[in-house]
C-alpha cells in the first residue's frame, strides 16, 4: 500500500481590524505563494474585522523540511 501523502500548511492574516486588504496585497500574496508552490484551500473573513485568513498547502518535500528547519539568513 502507498504512503498517504505529507503536506505542510502556512497560514497567513491580510488587513487590518479596520480595513479590508486591497487587491494588489491580495494578489502579491497569492502569486508568491504560487510561485513557492502552495496552493490555496480556504479563504474567509476573520470574524469581527476587516482582516482576511489564507489558508494554504504543498507537498513536504525533503527540501521544502530542509528549508523549515533551517532558520533564514535574511531574516
Do not use: C, F
Not at 41 to 56: E, F, P
Request: aromatic share 6%; hydrophobic share 30%; no cysteine.
Amino acid at each position: 500500500m502507498a504512503e498517504p501523502s505529507k503536506w505542510e500548511y502556512r497560514v497567513t492574516t491580510l488587513g487590518n481590524g479596520w480595513s479590508s486588504p486591497k487587491d494588489e496585497e491580495m494578489e502579491e500574496l497569492l502569486n508568491d505563494l504560487g510561485d513557492e508552490g502552495w496552493e490555496i484551500i480556504a479563504l474567509h473573513n476573520v470574524q469581527t474585522s476587516s482582516k482576511v485568513r489564507v489558508t494554504a498547502k504543498r507537498p513536504l518535500t525533503l527540501r521544502t523540511r530542509r528549508e523549515r528547519s533551517m532558520p533564514s539568513i535574511d531574516g
